[in-house]
């Protein structure tokens, strides 16, 4: 088949056990793939390069950053973006396939679920619901956040369509690369959180547990995962309520030291300092 005007980017560092399986369920159908590296010690660049991907080196400049610079890379206006653990399903090519029967896409970008998948399965659970987001758009009209932290798509009010076919998320290798990576994770964006009451904080850590258990259980139905799923569950939530303590705690020494200009500071000896350079997804 002819391959479609589009450019899908991916960024990455020390994923070379992981992307030639992403580069692999888009490269035979679009027409280019551009894998933007920030640093990898492992085979990373070379596996990509063999997978007939353009390797481009660029020093880590943060989530949302490293991905406006992907864009910019690219040769088409159309960009797809994926993460090199995730990999489009065939229902999802089809569906992508048949926007671009006719010409460019009616709208100015496009969601899709993004489905995870348990260490050692090779597809995600039953009814899997696991969360939605913006990979295919024109990035003349919309593109990524100029963010550190924050990795989406800005579409300032323009209508997105959705593609009801998912990407398959390999996100973690193992569960002790899940809890490395949420620890990472949540303390930069304890890190980043806005400084306010550290009561308001103390009372929303004793109900985070509960509700982001439920929410990544029941919600996003990781209840039909199995013993996975409860433990997959847990951890996300307990991760997400040590972000809160390391918050709370933040707070209340900027208040005993009265030193609002030093909040860098502490926060950099309180949080886990995230290494730029690895962005394990």
Not at 2 to 18: G, M, Q, V, W
Not at 36 to 55: I, K, N, P, Y
Not at 186 to 196: D, F, G, K, V
Not at 215 to 223: F, N
Request: glycine share 4%; charged share 25%; proline share 4%.
């Amino acid at each position: 088949m002819s391959r479609l005007p589009i450019s899908c980017f991916i960024i990455a560092h020390n994923e070379a056990d992981r992307i030639a399986r992403t580069i692999r369920s888009i490269e035979p159908w679009v027409d280019e793939v551009v894998v933007v590296d920030s640093g990898s010690t492992d085979d990373t660049v070379s596996v990509a390069q063999d997978a007939q991907a353009r390797v481009i080196s660029q020093t880590w400049l943060g989530f949302g950053r490293q991905k406006r610079f992907a864009e910019e890379q690219c040769h088409h206006d159309w960009v797809l973006n994926l993460d090199a653990d995730e990999v489009v399903s065939p229902e999802l090519r089809t569906k992508i396939t048949e926007l671009f029967h006719s010409g460019a896409p009616a709208r100015a970008a496009y969601g899709m679920p993004i489905h995870i998948v348990y260490p050692q399965r090779s597809k995600p659970r039953m009814l899997a619901r696991d969360h939605w987001c913006v990979r295919l758009y024109d990035r003349r009209i919309v593109r990524f956040r100029d963010s550190h932290v924050h990795d989406t798509v800005v579409t300032d009010g323009h209508a997105v369509g959705r593609l009801n076919a998912p990407i398959h998320h390999f996100s973690i290798r193992s569960f002790d690369h899940m809890r490395a990576k949420l620890d990472r994770r949540m303390s930069l964006a304890a890190e980043h959180a806005s400084i306010t009451s550290p009561a308001l904080t103390l009372a929303r850590l004793t109900i985070e547990f509960p509700l982001n258990f439920y929410k990544y259980y029941i919600v996003r139905r990781h209840i039909t995962g199995g013993v996975m799923g409860i433990r997959y569950a847990a951890m996300q939530a307990w991760f997400r309520s040590a972000k809160v303590y390391r918050l709370w705690r933040l707070q209340r020494l900027s208040i005993l030291n009265d030193a609002p200009a030093n909040e860098h500071a502490i926060a950099s000896s309180l949080v886990s300092q995230r290494d730029g350079k690895d962005q394990a997804k």
